[in-house]
Nanobody
Framework: QVQLVESGGGLVQAGGSLRLSCAAS????????MGWFRQAPGKEREFVAA????????YYADSVKGRFTISRDNAKNTVYLQMNSLKPEDTAVYYC?????????????????WGQGTQVTVSS
């Protein structure tokens, strides 16, 4: 089992920045990929970014490429999502997710463990 706890969400004006954190505990030695997803009201959960747990490869959704950066600190078992130039359409609950296999993938069903989410609200 893996437990994931997100933090860092909040209210920010358009153009501002936030950094989300996801602390992992439990059987993290079996983690190969970490991802961030988001879900806006009335919409399906969508992929934002992913990183390999070792090697540092990253993958982004087109909608956030160039604005968001995913990174990880293996010593702290923590993954981050730096979000810059935020837009009102970035408003959503943001979730981190753990995948037990290699591969930077964007499908919700390919991730095995999920956090509770953290709310990000961007005002215009």
């Amino acid at each position: 089992q893996v437990q994931l706890v997100e933090s860092g969400g909040g209210l920010v004006q358009a153009g501002g920045s936030l950094r989300l954190s996801c602390a992992a505990s439990g059987r993290t030695f079996s983690t190969f990929t970490m991802g961030w997803f988001r879900q806006a009201p009335g919409k399906e959960r969508e992929f934002v970014a992913a990183t390999s747990w070792t090697g540092g490869r990253t993958y982004y959704a087109d909608s956030v490429k160039g604005r968001f950066t995913i990174s990880r600190d293996n010593a702290k078992n923590t993954v981050y999502l730096q979000m810059n130039s935020l837009k009102p359409e970035d408003t959503a609950v943001y979730y981190c997710a753990d995948r037990r296999l290699y591969g930077l993938v964007s499908n919700v069903r390919d991730y095995d463990y999920w956090g509770q989410g953290t709310q990000v609200t961007v005002s215009s």
